[in-house]
């Protein structure tokens, strides 16, 4: 079963955010899991530093380093401190730190109420006190310098804890330990944990309906010039070249839309030259046929004599139809990159002369004369294939005394440089439109009545001469001529190289 672009992309798309949705969860989950504790520990560490501070102050207001072994200062007055600093009730009630608390000798009011903590009455009585069981407490205590417990719970070696000095007047006096907190219970970290993924998991269905609406959206966008571009190329391959897809400009698929659009209008080119092609190579093979299936069943009736002249003329129409059918195999050949050409070193000026000498004579007997105009500094030495090229420039010199009105001229001249060779051939009116310049060299194509009233011509002599140009890996063009009629340019390498 095929699946469909829309299911596709939605499956695609699905597979995605499930991935990215599962990774992030994942990496999420043990960054929490793992990062939490060392937060927890990073903070201790704060909270020891930040007591090891209190505790110096507290020696300091007390009469020294004494007062950790004579009873003046209390772990859970410290504790309860601590825990006031932590606590949003130290905004409001500024901790002890900030003002010394008074000698233990000092004015009844300034002492702690019997029973109470020894807090000096620098908090209400009345207001509960933090918890000083809190994790904290149960895990520091204070040690001399020697290493003998002073104050809290006794802990253990010194391997298994952290410290923090205490200073007074830049002199050790004590050192805070704390134990590091334990591993979060596994109940409290699995709740936290579920929570976070039932979150992940929320945020992972709603991506993958937002996946699901966009595929929706995008298969509605993509699928439908595409089910339009599959229309029109099946119509197309079934013999259909005159249809055409509605623009969309914009995206890669409008590219592609222009694309088959350019293609199917090639193609019904190619169809239109194909039937043309058809029509009037049938009718070019015809006409000779034709005249020579006159010729025989004259003589077969005995209506014409058997005479040498008779036979001549058979052998004219033989001939014309020989050209014919040997014009059609070069242009095969061309098509078929196959064209065979025997490269040797030639002088080109000396080639150009031969060709306009084999010409000047029905030139003159149509009213028509032939400039030559080539370097006279020596030859032009080539290497190119001299039977293609002068059959090039023949079939270029036979169109122009074909369709020159007399009198008029026909100029020929070749220039060279180190690596190019350049031969313009002009002739004076009539001239050929603008809009079938580029069409000239196409395989049976006839100009208008201006160059294509005269007779004669199988209308491939052009198209070979384009053939023998590429073959030599050059080029063919035709402009307009200041003559008044046809400029035609041929520009060929110096030595060139079979084009396949």
């Not at 996946?211 to 099946?234: I, K």
Request: hydrophobic share 45%; aromatic share 4%; glycine share 8%.
């Amino acid at each position: 079963m095929r699946l469909r672009i829309v299911a596709t992309l939605a499956l695609m798309l699905m597979v995605f955010v499930s991935v990215a949705v599962l990774g992030l969860g994942g990496l999420l989950a043990w960054n929490l899991s793992s990062g939490f504790a060392d937060y927890l520990a990073t903070r201790d560490l704060e909270r020891l530093e930040r007591f090891a501070t209190l505790v110096s102050s507290y020696c300091e207001a007390r009469g020294g380093a004494s007062a950790l072994t004579n009873g003046s200062i209390d772990m859970r007055e410290l504790l309860l401190d601590m825990a006031l600093r932590d606590s949003d009730l130290a905004a409001a009630h500024p901790p002890a730190i900030d003002r010394p608390p008074p000698p233990p000798n000092g004015p009844p009011a300034a002492r702690a109420p019997p029973g109470a903590p020894p807090f000096f009455g620098r908090f209400d009585p009345a207001r509960p006190p933090p918890d000083v069981t809190a994790p904290f407490g149960d895990r520091v205590a204070i040690y001399s310098a020697e290493g003998r417990l002073l104050l809290g719970p006794e802990l253990p070696n010194l391997g298994a804890t952290v410290s923090e000095p205490v200073l007074l007047q830049g002199k050790l006096i004590a050192q805070v330990r704390l134990l590091p907190a334990p591993p979060l219970p596994g109940q409290v970290e699995i709740h936290f944990l579920r929570r976070q993924y039932i979150g992940i998991a929320a945020f992972g269905v709603s991506l993958l309906l937002i996946a699901l609406a966009s595929a929706h959206w995008l298969g509605r966008r993509w699928v439908r010039p595409l089910l339009a571009v599959q229309d029109v190329t099946e119509r197309i391959a079934r013999g259909e070249p005159g249809v055409r897809l509605a623009e969309r400009p914009g995206d890669e698929i409008g590219d592609v839309i222009r694309n088959i659009n350019r293609m199917a209008e090639d193609l019904q080119r190619l169809e239109t030259a194909r039937r043309r092609w058809i029509a009037e190579i049938s009718h070019e093979l015809r006409t000779p046929l034709t005249v020579i299936r006159g010729e025989v069943e004259a003589l077969v009736e005995g209506v014409r004599p058997l005479t040498p002249r008779a036979i001549l003329s058979l052998r004219e129409e033989v001939q014309k139809l020989g050209a014919i059918v040997e014009d059609l195999h070069l242009l095969a050949l061309s098509d078929l990159k196959a064209l065979p050409c025997n490269f040797g070193s030639l002088d080109a000026s000396e080639l150009v002369r031969r060709v306009v000498h084999r010409f000047e004579r029905q030139a003159a007997e149509r009213g028509l004369t032939i400039e030559l105009q080539v370097p006279a500094d020596g030859p032009v030495t080539v290497h190119w294939d001299a039977r293609r090229i002068e059959q090039l420039l023949a079939n270029l010199l036979d169109n122009s005394l074909r369709y020159t009105d007399p009198p008029g001229r026909i100029r020929l001249s070749l220039t060279a440089t180190e690596s190019r060779v350049h031969i313009d051939i002009e002739d004076s009116a009539p001239t050929v439109k603008a809009a079938d310049l580029a069409r000239l060299f196409d395989s049976m194509f006839r100009a208008d009545a201006a160059r294509g009233r005269h007779s004669g011509g199988s209308g491939l002599g052009l198209s070979i001469c384009r053939a023998f140009a590429l073959a030599h890996g050059g080029d063919i063009s035709a402009t307009a001529a200041a003559l008044g009629g046809l400029h035609v340019q041929v520009d060929l390498p110096a030595t060139a190289v079979l084009h396949t």
